[in-house]
């Protein structure tokens, strides 16, 4: 159960950097360079807010008491809430990248988060509300289905970001940028 939560979370992380690319602008947009430079560190931030919430969840061992365990889990995801919260105003309090349909990936960028959110505060909702001491066979197995399901969950929000490399001139800004280059050395510390 803990082990499926935390592949999703770090499925998640990995598919926000790839989707990302981090591998003259006018009408008060930000040229496509400006935008990247601005929003990796912002994903890096991310990134590590996330290791951070999650650090104490993968820490558990197998003889940590399950109530001891949801606890944390819970704990992580609210953190993780807060930071996604942090990530998707960032990303919407700056002007659009000064590209073709600019403003379309910025709004679908800024949603795919507010979506992976409302998911991690669901799933949140859930493990706050199961009552472990009081559960049977299927409760566990509908439990475990919900935790399974926030991984898939979590693709389809994430889906609308493949306009977002698939973008060339965005994909180019983001693999050029020194600060995407950053976040993606401080993501591969934490996916290591």
């Known amino acids: 159960m ?12 990995v598919f926000v950097f790839v989707a ?11 040229k496509a360079a400006e935008f990247a430079d ?43 809430d807060t930071a996604t919260a942090k990530l998707a ?12 349909s600019g403003d379309q990936i910025k709004k679908e960028l800024v949603d795919a988060f507010n979506k992976f959110r409302q998911l991690a505060r669901d799933l949140r909702t859930k493990i706050d509300n199961f009552d472990i001491s009081n559960a049977d066979s299927s409760d566990l197995d509908s439990f475990s289905s919900q935790l399974d399901n926030f991984g898939s969950d979590t693709d389809k929000a994430f889906k609308a970001l493949d306009e977002f490399s698939d973008n060339s001139d965005l994909d180019q800004a983001f ?18």
């Open 38 to 80: 601005k929003t990796c560190p912002d994903l890096g931030d991310w990134g590590k807010a996330v290791q951070d919430a999650f650090g104490d969840v993968q820490n558990l061992s197998a003889g940590t008491d399950p109530e001891t365990a949801l606890k944390k889990l819970s704990s992580a995801l609210g953190d993780l």
């Open 2 to 13: 803990r082990k499926s939560v935390l592949r999703a979370v770090a499925g998640v992380v």
């Open 175 to 192: 693999s050029d940028s020194k600060a995407c280059k950053d976040a993606e050395s401080q993501f591969s510390a934490f996916s290591s």
């Open 20 to 30: 990302a690319g981090c591998g003259g602008g006018g009408d008060g947009k930000l």
């Open 89 to 100: 105003s960032s990303i919407d309090s700056r002007s659009a990248p000064d590209v073709a």
